[in-house]
């Protein structure tokens, strides 16, 4: 069975930082690009960033460009999503996705639940 887990949410100061994680089960992570989504309330879901599987190339939205970086490590079929300096515009349900293939922008196939960062002091 695919699941795809997120974890690594919860609360943290203006400025802070956290770490989510997204563990792949039931495929090969490393054969597919990669997402990170988040939906804030009263919001639609947005793209954060997304890693390729064909050359590693990363991708930013504008809003989180310089203060989060992702990754992946294929050995513990695991990818990484480093927040820093948050704001409370940060706040949202942070959703993992995997792609039809090894390059961001195909349709996403896979969703994971999703885990919650409120950025608040």
């Known amino acids: 069975q695919v699941q795809l887990v997120e974890s690594g949410g919860g609360l943290v100061q203006p400025g802070g930082s956290l770490r989510l994680s997204c563990a792949a089960s039931?495929?090969?992570?490393?054969?597919?690009?990669i997402g990170w989504f988040r939906q804030a309330p009263g919001k639609e879901r947005e793209g954060v960033s997304c890693?390729?599987?064909?050359?590693?190339?990363?991708f930013y939205a504008d809003s989180v460009q310089g203060r989060f970086t992702i990754s992946r490590d294929n050995a513990k079929n695991t990818v990484y999503l480093q927040m820093s300096s948050l704001k409370p515009e940060d706040t949202a349900v942070y959703y993992c996705?995997?792609?039809?293939?090894?390059?961001?922008?195909?349709?996403?196939?896979?969703w994971g639940k999703g885990t919650l960062v409120t950025v608040s002091s």
């Open positions: 890693i390729s599987a064909s050359d590693g190339s990363t």
């Open positions: 996705a995997a792609y039809g293939g090894q390059l961001c922008g195909h349709d996403v196939h896979y």
């Open positions: 039931g495929f090969t992570l490393d054969n597919y690009a």
